[in-house]
């Protein structure tokens, strides 16, 4: 990273701010510098279905405040390895597998009055898939059918309901980590079935082109890795190479086309959700290997630190969706029915 003439302009940035005074510090311009505000009602984690070690279907709210974890109710069906994403007041929940069969149906609950209802399905089956929304458009991203990783990308128009295929990946991805950034849609690394081999390989979607661009490869292989948007840099958390299962953190930076590495996790962890709230980043549940994890990590991008959360989940549990809320007025009331 040293020798690399743009990650190194980061490193003299951060030098810099961080031998001024402290009085001055809030001379230096630089959106990195952003202190963080809490803006809104508080929020809380809604934790959907998993592995544990086979398919679940129960929701645990998780109160980011200290109140704990407590299951809110059920899904319609168990799901795990599916993708999850906030529109509105709605919950979409898409695809996964159910302990028997990869599945292709998407959930949609309106949070405020806890009706679930079932959308138009998928064209393919695709569990380990990932799950972003852009624009209007939830994209269903790569994945495994029950035979082969998939290449194939499908998107769904939230106000016609409708499923349409848009340009394939230039690789087989399941185990894929994805997260939206400057108005692209990123793909990081997962499993290449038809290689056998874990990816570093990075790509990102332009939906005003239809089509996918490699950017810069990751330092490291990462199948089912967590991946977030934080400080307008993708964070990359986790995953694993085999039986190498990592705690090590890399972020990209969209302007210079270069990985970072930053300070790594506490535990290694594989099949973790991740999310930023109030400008944290969380890590929750995941595997290493042997166990279903109930530890959540919180990281600051100012001080480069982890934190392990006071509180655990109710069940450890990996291959769960995540989803940020509103905390409810009565948290001891079911968003789900």
């Known amino acids: 990273m040293q020798v690399n003439p743009t990650c190194k302009d980061l490193l003299i940035e951060a030098m810099k701010y961080h031998l001024l005074p402290t009085q001055r510090r809030k ?10 505000k809490r803006t ?9 279905g998993g592995q544990a070690p086979k398919a679940i ?22 799901r ?22 990869r599945i292709k149906s998407i959930e949609r609950l309106h949070i405020p009055t806890s009706r679930l209802e079932t959308l138009t399905s998928m064209s393919s089956r695709r569990s380990t898939l990932g799950v972003a929304l852009m624009n209007g458009y939830i994209y269903a991203v790569g994945g495994f059918d029950g035979t082969n990783g998939l290449e194939t990308v499908e998107r769904f128009h939230i106000e016609s309901g409708k499923w349409s295929l848009i340009e394939p990946m230039t690789t087989r991805r399941s185990s894929v980590g994805i997260a939206v950034l400057r108005g692209y849609l990123y793909a ?3 499993y290449d079935g038809h290689a056998r081999q874990c990816l570093n390989t990075v790509e990102r979607y332009d939906s005003a082109s239809d089509s996918w661009t490699l950017v810069a490869s990751m330092e490291c292989k990462r199948s089912g890795a967590s991946v977030a948007v934080l400080d307008d840099m993708l964070y990359v958390i986790g995953g694993h190479d085999g039986p190498d299962i990592r705690s090590s953190v890399e972020c990209y930076d969209p302007v210079r086309d270069c990985w970072l590495t930053t300070t790594p996790m506490h535990t290694c962890r594989r099949n973790a959700a991740a999310t930023v709230v109030h400008g944290f980043l969380y890590v929750v549940g995941g595997d290493d290997g042997t166990t279903s994890l109930d530890t959540i990590e919180m990281y600051d991008s100012f ?34 029915i």
């Open 303 to 336: 001080l480069r630190q982890w934190k392990v959360c006071d509180e655990l989940l109710k069940q450890g549990r990996s291959y769960a969706g995540l989803a940020v809320v509103d905390k409810p007025t009565d948290t001891a009331s079911p968003i789900f």
């Open 27 to 36: 001379e230096f311009e630089s959106p990195r510098c952003q202190p963080r």
């Open 40 to 48: 809104g009602p508080p929020k809380v984690l809604l934790v959907v």
């Open 57 to 78: 279907r129960n929701v645990e709210l998780y109160d980011l405040n200290g109140s704990g974890s407590h299951q809110v109710g059920e899904l319609a069906q168990r």
């Open 80 to 101: 795990c390895r599916c993708g999850v994403t906030m529109y509105k007041d709605y919950l979409f929940i898409v695809g996964g597998f159910d302990g028997t069969t």
């Open 188 to 190: 990081v690394g997962g």
